[in-house]
Structure formats: structure tokens, C-alpha cells
């Protein structure tokens, strides 16, 4: 399994940007899908995006289609994601999210240990 830590968390005014990223350890991070999940107080865990392997794959929830862009870089192990046109209901922790060979949707592996995101209005 990978290790992930995740960066880039913080305090943003609506209509601002932030950028987060992860760095994984482990040999086979290229083999891995990547991704994001949040979670706001009191709500379940729910999934933002993911990246396949290759990159040449990308989903995002319908809540951010538009607004945030997922990337990685297979040479520097990490992966990033680009969140623009931050709205308040976007504040939650956001965790960082890999899974061998298979979506996230289907099943997690590794988390990383969250970072929180909060935008006021």
C-alpha cells in the first residue's frame, strides 16, 4: 500500500482558489487510481474525483464539475487537485484517496489524513 500526505488546506473567501496535493510513498504509485473525498460536519464522507494511472481518465462529482481540476505526476509521486471558484458548501476536510487498480468508487485502499478546506462567504 501507498502512504499519503496531504498539503495546501486553508482559509479561502468564496470565489477564491486553493490548490491541494498529496504525496504518496511507494514504488507503484503509477498503478494506482487517485483521487479526493470530503467531509463537512455531520455529513457522510463523499467523493470529489479521481485520476487513473495513466491520467488519462478523470471523474468529478457534479458539485465540482467545472470548478476543480484533478492532476498527478507519476515522476514525483503526487497528485494534486486545483479547486477554483471555492463556494462555502465546499468547506469540509479533504482527504486524499488511493486505490490499486480499481476506482475509488469501488473500494479504498489508503487514506491520507485529511487537510482542512474552509471558505467563507
Known amino acids: 500500500q501507498v502512504q499519503l500526505v496531504e498539503s495546501g488546506g486553508g482559509l479561502v473567501q468564496a470565489g477564491g482558489s486553493l490548490r491541494l496535493s498529496c504525496a504518496a510513498s511507494g514504488r507503484t504509485f503509477s498503478s494506482y487510481v487517485m483521487g479526493w473525498f470530503r467531509q463537512a460536519p455531520g455529513k457522510e464522507r463523499e467523493f470529489v474525483t479521481q485520476?487513473?494511472?495513466?491520467?488519462?481518465?478523470?471523474r468529478y462529482a457534479d458539485s465540482v464539475k467545472g470548478r476543480f481540476t484533478i492532476s498527478r505526476d507519476n515522476a514525483k509521486n503526487t497528485v494534486h487537485l486545483q479547486m477554483n471558484t471555492l463556494k462555502p458548501e465546499d468547506s469540509a476536510v479533504y482527504y486524499c484517496?488511493?486505490?490499486?487498480?480499481?476506482?475509488?468508487?469501488?473500494?479504498?485502499?489508503?487514506w491520507g489524513q485529511g487537510t482542512q478546506v474552509t471558505v467563507s462567504s
Open positions: 484517496a488511493a486505490s490499486f487498480l480499481k476506482s475509488l468508487q469501488i473500494g479504498v485502499d489508503s
Open positions: 485520476i487513473g494511472w495513466s491520467s488519462g481518465s478523470t
